[in-house]
């Protein structure tokens, strides 16, 4: 280590999510509802990489679930999960985006049947993933990528 580089302390126990798109990682952490008191969240931003630039969110003490890595898959499309167990990675996988997304994105039709006081759950299919383009199982709208960041 040369005397310019930082180290950061590695996590006990927790979740590192890498390879995150550079000026993604705010909008990870509002998706996981983040920062939060007592919970001690490291960020890393416009990290250098061999492929360019990333961002990295450490999170200790909390592991992300299957929903959270869904939407996290709709910013962040190369990111890797990585779960920490005693400072041992237990778990390393890439986000997938999934054919199909319940509950998570809303449709940007103002007249689509789930933006009504109706008991449905949106629903979408990708169409693109890239860039991401998603369509409304009710209305057959397009919702592309940057409408869904500014979901989250």
Do not use: W
Request: proline share 4%; net charge negative.
């Amino acid at each position: 280590m040369t005397k310019h580089e930082l180290k950061v302390k590695p996590i006990e126990n927790g979740t590192v999510i890498d390879h995150i798109q550079a000026n993604k990682a705010l909008q990870v952490l509002k998706i996981l509802g983040l920062p939060k008191e007592g919970i001690n969240v490291t960020l890393a931003m416009n990290v250098h990489s061999k492929l360019g630039f990333k961002d990295i969110v450490k999170i200790e003490n909390r592991e992300v679930d299957h929903t959270e890595i869904d939407k996290i898959s709709l910013i962040a499309p190369n990111a890797t999960i990585n779960i920490i167990r005693d400072y041992e990675i237990v778990s390393k996988k890439k986000v997938e985006l999934v054919e199909e997304l319940n509950g998570i994105v809303k449709c940007t039709n103002p007249k689509c049947i789930s933006n009504t006081d109706e008991p449905i759950e949106s629903k979408f299919y990708l169409v693109e993933s890239d860039p991401i383009t998603l369509r409304c199982h009710y209305c057959e709208r397009l919702v592309q990528a940057d409408e869904i960041s500014k979901q989250f």
